[in-house]
């Protein structure tokens, strides 16, 4: 066992936990925060994406000491109460189904605006071509991603 003091959505977590464990299960497990889920183990479907100071990650195939002392965000921590441009888009475009994924694809979109604030259509599929959406709503999630793109717009 290691003890590694994780900073999550703002706040310092101490946990102790084996070395090798994925950080997405310390998350879940040891933290409590259900929002990041887990898909495929191998980081191919992006359910499990956090942010990691700032940018995208699949926190499946990290552990915590992968981390140091990065800021965690996860899709708890993106707002208090969705009011984020990019989740306030999602809600709007009526994108989730079955919303698996949605917190994933949600933190994707937000690293991905934040390197690439008026992103094409081209630009988006290429950011999101490794994250699975089991029920196919693609077509509403660059929808999503065009929509909270206008709107940080100065």
């Known amino acids: 066992m290691a003890t590694y003091d994780l900073k999550v959505n703002g706040r310092v977590h101490t946990v102790d936990v084996q070395p090798d464990k994925p950080l997405l299960w310390v998350l879940r497990e040891e933290i409590g925060l259900h929002g990041v889920k887990y898909g495929c183990g191998i980081a191919e479907c992006g359910a499990c994406t956090v942010l990691i100071g700032g940018i995208a990650e699949?926190?499946?195939?990290?552990?915590?000491?992968?981390?140091?002392?990065?800021?965690?965000?996860?899709?708890?921590?993106?707002?208090?109460?969705?009011?984020?441009?990019?989740?306030?888009?999602?809600?709007?475009?009526?994108?989730?189904?079955?919303?698996?994924?949605?917190?994933?694809?949600?933190?994707?979109?937000?690293?991905?605006?934040?390197?690439?604030?008026?992103?094409?259509?081209?630009?988006?599929?290429?950011?999101?071509?490794d994250m699975i959406c089991r029920c196919g709503t693609y077509q509403r999630i660059r929808g999503a991603i065009h929509v909270a793109a206008e709107r940080r717009k100065p």
């Open 58 to 129: 699949r926190s499946c195939n990290l552990t915590s000491a992968d981390v140091g002392n990065a800021e965690i965000t996860t899709i708890e921590g993106l707002s208090v109460d969705g009011e984020h441009p990019v989740q306030q888009a999602w809600i709007e475009g009526d994108v989730p189904q079955c919303g698996f994924c949605q917190p994933g694809f949600i933190l994707q979109t937000v690293s991905l605006l934040e390197s690439n604030p008026e992103p094409t259509d081209a630009d988006i599929d290429r950011e999101m071509s």
